[in-house]
C-alpha cells in the first residue's frame, strides 16, 4: 500500500458512503455519477484490500476497517476545507458560493425570500437551495456538509452544533370571518372551554419543523378534534376562508398571513412559547464565508428583544 499513489478525492467518496450507506445518495451529494461513485469505492476497495462495504436489507454496510477510517477522514477533510476557507478572504460581491440551507415548509415561506432578496444584492453571484432534512438528522448535515446551516425550532444536543436564538414565538389561531367561538368571547384571547368545542387544522409538516401544535393540543386532551392534517402550509389560507375549521400556526406566520387574506386572529390562552435558532456546525465557526451569511441571517430575522 503506496499512500501516494490514492487519489485524495477518493476519500471523499468513502466518508460520503460512509454516511449515506448508498452509492447513488453519495454521488448525488458529491455532483458525480452513479458509475463515477461505484469506480471510486472499486478504487478504494483495491487500494485498501478491503470490500469497504457490504449489501445488507438497509443499505450498505461498513466493514470493521471502514469504520476505522471513515470517521477519522471526515475529520481531516473537514479540517483542511476550513484551513483553506479561513485563508481566502470572502467577496460577497464576486462569490460563486452555492448555500445549502435546511428550512421547514414554512421556513422556506417566512426566511427564503428576503434572504434571497438580500443575496441577490450583496452576493449577486451567489446561489441558494433549501436542502430537506429531518429534524433529527440536521446534526449529522451540518457536520458532513451536506447543509451549511439550519433555521427551525431546533436545538441540537450534538456535541460541535452551534446556535444563535433568533426570535421567540407562540402558536396563534386564524378562521375564517364567519367563523365564531363556543361559548361566545368579547376579546379575541381564545380559553381552553373554547378551544374544547372548537375542530382544528394543523400543518403536520416534515423537515426542521417540529409537532409542537400536536403536542399542545393532545396536553390538552384535544387531539382527538384535529380534523385535518396537511403536509404543508400553502393550503391554509384557503382552508381557513372556506372551512369551519380552527387553524393553530405560529405567530409571524399568522400575522403575515393576514395581511394578505381577509382572516380572524385568536390569541391562544397559555399556548406555549418556543425559539428559533439558527445552527451551524463548529468545524465553520471562523470560515469567512460562513460567518459573512450568518451575519446576514441574523441582521435579516434577528429581534432585539430575544
Not at 128 to 150: G, K, P, T
Not at 246 to 266: G, H
Request: charged letters at 20%; hydrophobic letters at 40%.
Amino acid at each position: 500500500m503506496n499512500f501516494r499513489q490514492l487519489d485524495l478525492n477518493l476519500l471523499r467518496v468513502l466518508v460520503a458512503i460512509h454516511r449515506t450507506r448508498s452509492v447513488t445518495a453519495a454521488g448525488k451529494a458529491l455532483a458525480l455519477s452513479q458509475p463515477a461513485t461505484s469506480n471510486a469505492l472499486a478504487r478504494l476497495r483495491e487500494f485498501f484490500g478491503d470490500e469497504l462495504f457490504v449489501r445488507s436489507p438497509v443499505g450498505l454496510q461498513p466493514t470493521r476497517l471502514c469504520e476505522q477510517l471513515a470517521p477519522a477522514m471526515q475529520s481531516q477533510l473537514l479540517a483542511m476545507e476550513s484551513l483553506v476557507l479561513n485563508h481566502q478572504p470572502f467577496n460577497a460581491q464576486s462569490s460563486h458560493r452555492h448555500w445549502r440551507l435546511s428550512l421547514s415548509d414554512l421556513g422556506e415561506i417566512l426566511f427564503l425570500p428576503r434572504l434571497a432578496s438580500s443575496l441577490r444584492q450583496e452576493s449577486p453571484q451567489a446561489s441558494l437551495s433549501n436542502v430537506s432534512v429531518d429534524a433529527s438528522q440536521v446534526a449529522a448535515a451540518l457536520e458532513s456538509r451536506d447543509i451549511d446551516m439550519a433555521i427551525g425550532i431546533l436545538k441540537p444536543q450534538h456535541r460541535g452544533i452551534r446556535s444563535q436564538l433568533l426570535f421567540k414565538e407562540r402558536y396563534m389561531a386564524i378562521s375564517s370571518k364567519d367563523w365564531s367561538p363556543t361559548p361566545r368571547g368579547r376579546g379575541r384571547t381564545l380559553s381552553p372551554a373554547q378551544l374544547a368545542q372548537a375542530h382544528f387544522l394543523v400543518v403536520s409538516p416534515t423537515a426542521t419543523f417540529h409537532g409542537s401544535v400536536e403536542k399542545m393540543l393532545t396536553g390538552m386532551k384535544l387531539q382527538d378534534r384535529i380534523l385535518v392534517r396537511p403536509r404543508h402550509f400553502g393550503a391554509i389560507a384557503e382552508l381557513a376562508q372556506n372551512t369551519d375549521l380552527l387553524c393553530i400556526v405560529p405567530e409571524m406566520y399568522a400575522r403575515e398571513l393576514s395581511q394578505r387574506v381577509q382572516l380572524q386572529m385568536w390569541t391562544i390562552e397559555d399556548a406555549p412559547a418556543y425559539e428559533v435558532n439558527l445552527v451551524w456546525h463548529s468545524s465553520t465557526e471562523q470560515d469567512s464565508d460562513q460567518q459573512w451569511m450568518r451575519r446576514v441571517i441574523e441582521r435579516l430575522f434577528r429581534r432585539l428583544d430575544v
